[in-house]
Nanobody, 125 residues
Framework: QVQLVESGGGLVQAGGSLRLSCGAS??????????MGWFRRAPGKEREFVAG????????YYADSVKDRFTISRDNAKNTVYLQMNSLKPEDTAVYYC????????????????WGQGTQVTVSS
């Protein structure tokens, strides 16, 4: 069974920063063979793609709304993917989820096989 566990969410003022982490585990799960993604769901809105990263970490992809503010990275030795969020805005308030897939469709939620439970990020104005 694969487990993805997010952490690092919280309450922050606009303009502030947070760093989310997502640890992966599972007997049959090879973290370094999976692309990883971050998605978010704001209250009353659909889930949306935030960022994705290839299994090597060399390819990164971002939604336009977070480009130049968020950075996705991974440490395959620690089975962990990160999302550094800077210059946070109230509209970034959402539950953030990490996800894993063995393909390369980074921004397509349906292509991800495994999902975490999410971590709440709240940005106050």
């Amino acid at each position: 069974q694969v487990q993805l566990v997010e952490s690092g969410g919280g309450l922050v003022q606009a303009g502030g920063s947070l760093r989310l982490s997502c640890g992966a585990s599972g007997r049959a799960f090879t973290f370094s063979s999976n692309a990883m993604g971050w998605f978010r769901r704001a209250p009353g809105k659909e889930r949306e793609f935030v960022a994705g990263i290839s299994w090597t970490g060399l390819g990164t992809y971002y939604a336009d709304s977070v480009k130049d503010r968020f950075t996705i990275s991974r440490d395959n030795a620690k089975n962990t993917v990160y999302l550094q969020m800077n210059s946070l805005k109230p509209e970034d308030t959402a539950v953030y989820y990490c996800a894993a897939q063995s393909n390369i469709y980074y921004n397509i939620a349906a292509k991800y096989h495994y999902w975490g439970q999410g971590t709440q990020v709240t940005v106050s104005s």
